[in-house]
């Protein structure tokens, strides 16, 4: 029974070490900050960095990036303070590092601030369109999609501008990456919008080596904007242009991504005409003659006239319909020849899927002409056929 | 006493048993390993073809096994070839075991690593699963197959809701076209997708404990075809949202496709917790039906009694899952186990029933 | 190739976990072994064994014999010996007088157990003063004998005869009335206890807003008479045993005879045959006596107040067990699921049945694993709450100084305790401390920035579920496992409350009462049995009783 016993405490001591040695990885949650957005622009050290390099904090690197990492909450200092001061206060913290390996610049993080970082919530990613013409998109993005505490949900974005400016709000009370991930959601409202863009889709696309857009934004003051798209050359994977709202909108036509939105045309006699659109389909068929690829894109939209300026004209004349739809098809197929060219002339890239559809109705010939597409692509014919159905006028019937 | 059956399994239990030893570490990674070696998107065909060789393969066996009823192959092998051919072959489905259950230990190890618990350190995180299965393993089959019974369902469940949800990023022209490249690339894909059905192995001992062994062909066909489905639906929803150029490039792409996606509306957002939960769930059950199997294969090869064996096996998991340096090495190591599959339960028990058929070994019960 | 070896032989600190994994599998087994024998043999492989030391038979063997020796039939030489075994008691009472025909009579009784009015009016009256004609008639022929008395004078309808001292005595301290009359060999016990009894009730710890208000009662006699009223049965049966080696009760077993699995029949009463114990004063007893595992945090017997719910497993194929003295009866076999059903899913309509099965099961969840998930979660796993939630939690959090273990057990064990204070308290005050403790306390905690209001949130939907569960004692036993789950979240995050919840189902299926698999009909699966598990459904499609009771009669319709 005696060495029972002690078999009985050999046992509970073990249990008790184990109890002891656990507790490895944990961190609680109010000691970190959380890396909500995240900036890259081309690396140029900021005035605090500059001065801090003089002071003595430097490590062997190569200024290429600096990010800004934005992180929340800020912390108030107790209740009164954040009763009083709430109204001035951010709500985020932004910390510009500058340098080379963006892992690295996450890992500086922590020489700065002694919370330290977490990428688990990190919801955007702007990058500028001067760093990325400067350097491969894959280079920049590596890191992040490599690491286990970010998520490939994460949304990408090119910015005009500085980058960093994007994760900059002059609202009260507004977090500038929430304020982006909420916008994309906004497609259903404003086909100007791509659809979003996640790491995840990114990653594939690079891999393919198709050519790509990435929804752009301008920052003025303060405030963001969406404004047209970021052009990627697929070999390189950098930026190459910018195509402007009104081709975006032309682009997501093509690609079939309309969700909503509105087509905003001018009569004979120079009167607004403005159409809302409820459901749109796109079907893209491609054609192959001998060397000769051909594409033809039929669009099919149902909506609703919302806005006609012209009084003499009321909506419940059938004549009047027929002729307010031509006025609108007439306006996209404008759109879509526009956008077209663009891609054609200007840039020579394929960024509307019509790889994708020729990969799925000819894979045959798709193998022959995967390896230079996009200059394959900028010869070829494309045909538009529109039909643009308006199947009521709102509530008024003027 | 009140006993019922007591060592005896139903004909479901059997087929939840082959289920959920099939469901494990593949769940994660199928999409990619598979999607490497076909390169086009037709993955899901050789999928289904695997899973027919599978289960001819399968079949094979339970047609060996029901020569001797009542008696795993580790007592019927001699039988066949003579005492010394057959202890060396249990031996080495013995090994076979135990190194698939520490396979499948290290990769539980190395997730949970990446993704649940950084910074911990592995020994920790595989000591106390182990000692968990060992646990279990004690019970015998039947507490086995009755903890899989519980685990099964909420498998399901749970990996279906995660994929369904996932189908906001689902785009059907990334599976399109169907055999683009014709039918090559799909018989590419063939060995790795024999990879993710290891499991039917496990019908070496099970007829044995089965209550009517007489279904054990109707168990396997339906307990293959649960992960055939669930596998194919996974591999389905995967490339179709994250393309076959997307998929290759993620090492876990299945965890990747749920961590794509937050869902702002439902009380979580993030459903790869619940992708781990039942994904560790499922490899505590592939790691302690081997286990067992590899307990039972010693015990019955020296005849003595099974429980020393299973405490006596730990330590050789242990190290022979710490053993791979990388994940590279890992990949290989399992890839390796799945061409030794092949060969050791696939092409042998063939060869064995042709001897058995061709020397009337066995008991020739036909008749009844 | 040697070197290509050579590199994978691991390290020394890897053949010293290796080790680890071995020894301590081990010495849990021997430490649970030891325990199991230290806790007594299990009950199903133990048999009765003798208690007593050879010394003690050797001197007992005397007064044995002395029990044992039949009644001579002379008053005197009666008289003394039951006086020397039992008039040191002061509530034994020896009544002396003379019958009508002029025999010497005694009668022994226990002051407040025995039938006052009864041997007053009934025996001393008739003895004494009735039939004296008739009385002298027969006197002229005989002696007045045993049968005479018991068929012509004393109108009682229970009347025993004793031949030995023992039979005697131990009826008499139970609350017979012992009657030893001059020339008669046998000692007569006339009646039985009728003690101070509590009226039958409303059961205290199953309350049912439908159903039967009716309790079990302290009394077995009361408690037996109870079940037979509900309604007329042939096939109820119930058998009788006497437990306790030294202080003996009766204990009923009852089963319905053409339903009960025979097996599991035998094997109870089995169990109930192989107690040893000295005295078993409630049925908690007898239930930790009969169980499978005692180092099961389960309950292996079902305990309920309730009458209803005990014909209703009867009917199911189980067997019931009562108690003398005890108002909770015993039902095995039990499963997992039957301990979240309550009656009341029966009497009510199947869908808020089924909905209120749902809803006790997710309550079982909550109350096992919330506090253990918000652990992992806030201490591991930030990245897998929302993002919003994230934000409000550091807030929330901020000023709090202790890791969210700490805190967490802080709040929990408060809760018990005040849980536990309730309890004991009496019935007016106990409501007004729950509320000073849960509202008052829990507010000034969060207040003084010990805890954060998330946590009083998870800590308070714990403790209401936990007290949903309508078995009083699975939710004690799911309370203990919720701080098991607790160390094990923080010990290893999410990774550990996985592992705890298969920790948990590998004991579950391990376990069995009485035979039956602790989880069915969840593993294995019984599609059948499914209908009354999680699901209520009605009772046109419920037509057999589970499966997994083997019962002798399956279909519950003819």
């Known amino acids: 029974m005696n060495s029972m016993k002690g078999y009985f405490l050999s046992a509970l001591s073990i249990l008790l070490l184990l109890c002891l040695t656990g507790c490895w990885g944990n961190k609680e949650i109010e000691d970190l900050s959380v890396n909500v957005g995240l900036a890259l622009d081309v690396g140029k050290e900021s005035e605090l960095e500059q001065e801090l390099a003089e002071q003595g904090a430097t490590y062997p690197k190569k200024n290429i990036i600096t990010a800004t990492l934005q992180t929340v909450p800020v912390l108030k200092g107790n209740k009164e303070q954040q009763m009083g001061n709430s109204k001035s206060s951010e709500m985020f913290l932004n910390t510009e590092v500058t340098g080379d390996s963006i892992f690295q610049l996450y890992r500086q993080y922590s020489l700065r601030r002694y919370r330290p970082i977490i990428g688990h919530h990190l919801k955007v990613l702007v990058i500028s369109s001067e760093l990325s013409r400067k350097m491969d998109l894959d280079k920049l993005v590596n890191f992040i999609l490599r690491d286990n505490d970010i998520r490939p949900s994460c949304l990408v974005l090119i910015s005009t501008g500085k980058a960093s400016e994007a994760l900059i709000s002059s609202q009260p009370g507004d977090i500038p990456s929430f304020h982006l991930r909420s916008m994309v959601e906004n497609q259903f409202r404003n086909n100007k919008i791509l659809a979003p863009m996640i790491l995840t889709e990114l990653d594939g696309i690079m891999n393919s080596g198709s050519s790509f857009v990435l929804q752009n934004l301008v920052t003025a003051k303060g405030e963001v904007e969406f404004a047209g798209a970021g052009v990627l050359k697929g070999e390189t994977n950098k930026w190459i242009g910018t195509l402007n709202e009104h081709e975006v909108e032309g682009l997501n036509w093509i690609k079939g991504d309309i969700e909503g939105g509105v087509i905003k045309t001018y009569d004979k006699s120079g009167e607004v005409l403005a159409y809302e659109i409820k459901s749109a389909s796109t079907k893209i068929k491609s054609k192959v003659n001998g060397n000769d690829i051909s594409f033809h894109v039929s669009i099919e939209a149902d909506g609703r006239l919302i806005e006609n300026w012209d009084k003499s004209q009321v909506p419940t004349d059938e004549k009047f319909l027929k002729e307010a739809e031509e006025y609108f098809e007439e306006e996209l197929k404008d759109m879509l020849h526009k956008t077209t060219r663009k891609m054609q002339e200007k840039f020579k890239v394929d960024v509307g899927g019509f790889r994708n559809q020729l990969r799925i109705q000819h894979p045959k010939v798709w193998r022959t002409v995967k390896q230079d597409w996009d200059e394959t692509f900028s010869k070829c014919d494309i045909t538009y056929d529109v039909n643009i159905t308006i199947t009521d006028y709102g509530s008024s019937a003027k | ?368 | 190739m040697w070197q290509s070896i050579i590199s994978y032989i691991p390290n020394w600190i890897i053949f010293t976990q290796a080790l680890v994994i071995l020894i301590v599998p081990i010495i849990i087994y021997l430490t649970s072994k030891w325990l199991q024998s230290a806790l007594g043999s299990r009950t199903s492989e133990g048999t009765p064994t003798a208690n007593e030391s050879e010394e003690n038979i050797f001197e007992n063997a005397k007064t044995k014999a002395e029990d044992t020796m039949p009644f001579t039939g002379n008053y005197e030489t009666d008289l003394a010996s039951i006086k020397k075994r039992i008039a040191k008691n002061c509530d034994v009472h020896f009544r002396e007088f003379t019958m009508a025909t002029g025999e010497m009579v005694a009668i022994i009784y226990v002051e407040g157990l025995y039938d006052k009015e009864l041997i007053e009016v009934q025996v001393m009256k008739s003895l004494m003063f009735d039939d004296v004609e008739e009385m002298e008639k027969s006197s002229k022929d005989s002696k007045i004998t045993k049968s005479y008395l018991t068929n012509k004078m004393l109108p009682i309808s229970e009347i025993r005869e004793a031949l030995n001292l023992e039979e005697v005595v131990s009826d008499i301290l139970v609350g017979s009335t012992a009657m030893l009359i001059d020339g008669i060999v046998e000692v007569l016990l006339l009646g039985s206890a009728t003690g101070k009894t509590r009226s039958i009730e409303e059961p205290l710890s199953e309350g049912l807003l439908r159903g039967p208000r009716i309790g079990f009662t302290e009394i077995l006699c009361d408690n037996t008479a109870i079940l037979r009223r509900h309604g007329k049965n042939e096939s109820l049966e119930l058998i009788k045993f006497q437990v306790g080696t030294r202080a003996k009760k009766d204990l009923v077993v009852a089963y319905m005879n053409d339903i009960v699995n025979s097996e599991l029949l035998e094997e109870v009463k089995r169990r109930i045959e192989s107690i040893n114990m000295d005295y078993l004063p409630e049925s908690g007893y007898v239930e930790q006596l009969i169980e499978d595992d005692s180092l099961s945090p389960f309950q292996q017997a079902q305990n309920t107040e309730r009458p209803d719910r005990v014909i209703n497993s009867l009917l199911e194929g189980r067997v019931a067990i009562l108690l003398d003295g005890s108002p909770f009866a015993l039902i095995v076999p039990v499963t997992f699921s039957m301990l979240l059903q309550s009656p009341e899913d029966y009497y009510e309509r199947w869908i808020p049945g089924t909905l209120l099965r749902m809803l006790r099961f997710l309550a079982t969840f909550f109350a096992l694993l919330a506090p253990a998930l918000y652990i992992a979660f806030i201490s591991y796993h930030p990245g897998l709450i929302p993002t919003k939630l994230v934000m409000s939690i550091i807030d929330a959090r901020q000023g709090v100084p202790f890791p969210s273990l700490i805190e967490a057990l802080i709040m929990e064990t408060s809760i018990e305790i005040l849980r536990e204070a309730g309890v004991r308290l009496p019935k007016p005050i106990g409501p007004a401390m729950g509320i000073v403790g849960g509202l008052i306390i829990g507010d000034a905690a969060v207040n003084a920035g010990l805890v954060s209001p998330f946590l009083v949130i998870v800590v308070a939907v714990t403790a209401i579920s936990s007290f949903a569960i309508p078995t009083y004692s699975a939710g004690i036993t799911l309370r203990l496992l919720r701080f098991l789950a607790m160390f094990c979240a923080a010990i290893l995050g999410a990774y550990g409350t996985v592992l705890f919840f298969l920790l948990l189902c590998s004991h579950l299926v391990k376990l069995k009462s009485f035979g039956v698999p602790y989880v069915s009909p969840m593993a294995p699966y019984r599609l059948d049995d499914w209908k009354d598990f999680i699901f209520r459904l009605p009772f046109k499609v419920m037509k057999r009783r589970p499966l997994i009771m083997k019962t002798k009669d399956s279909d519950r319709k003819k």
């Open chain 2, 1 to 368: 006493m009140f006993t019922r059956t007591d060592d005896k399994i139903t004909t479901t239990q059997t087929v939840v048993i082959i289920s959920c030893f099939m469901l494990g570490s593949g769940v994660l990674t199928l999409p990619r390993t598979l999607t490497e070696r076909v390169k086009t998107v037709d993955g899901w065909i050789s999928l289904i073809l695997g899973g027919l060789i599978i289960m001819l393969a399968g079949i094979c066996i339970v047609k060996l096994c029901q020569k001797f009823p009542g008696k795993t192959m580790f007592q019927f092998l001699k039988e066949i070839v003579g005492s010394w051919i057959g202890s060396c072959m249990c031996l080495l489905m013995v090994m076979y075991f135990v190194c698939l259950s520490a396979f499948e230990i290290r990769v539980m190890a190395e997730v949970t690593m990446l993704y649940l618990l950084e910074g911990t350190p592995m020994w920790a995180i595989v000591m106390s699963f182990m000692w968990i299965g060992l646990y279990l393993i004690t019970g015998g089959i039947n507490s086995i197959a009755r903890l899989f019974e519980i685990i099964l369902p909420i498998t399901i469940v749970v990996l279906l809701i995660c994929l369904l949800l996932s189908s906001r990023l689902f785009d059907i022209d990334n599976l399109r076209p169907v055999l683009g490249e014709g039918i090559f690339p799909v018989i590419r894909g063939l060995k790795s997708t024999l990879l993710v059905f290891i499991g039917f192995e496990i019908m070496i001992i099970l007829p044995a404990f089965m209550q009517y062994p007489k279904k054990g062909v109707k168990a396997l066909i339906i307990g293959t075809s649960i992960p055939l489905v669930l596998y194919l639906i996974t591999f389905i929803m995967v490339v179709g949202a994250m393309t076959v150029d997307g998929v290759v490039r993620s090492t876990w792409p299945t965890l990747d496709l749920i961590r794509s996606f937050e869902i702002t509306g439902l009380l979580f957002e993030r459903f790869e917790f619940f992708l781990l939960v039942i994904w560790i769930m499922q490899i505590f059950s592939t790691y302690t039906i081997c286990f067992y199997a590899a307990s039972l294969g010693l015990a019955q090869l020296s005849k003595k009694n099974i429980r020393p064996i299973m405490y006596g096996l730990l330590p050789f998991i242990f190290i022979v899952a710490l053993l791979p340096k990388n994940m590279n090495e890992l990949f290989d190591f399992g890839d390796f186990i799945g061409t030794v599959t092949i060969y050791l339960f696939g092409l042998f028990p063939v060869l064995l029933l042709l001897i058995t058929t061709i020397f009337r070994i066995g008991a020739v019960k036909e008749d009844e």
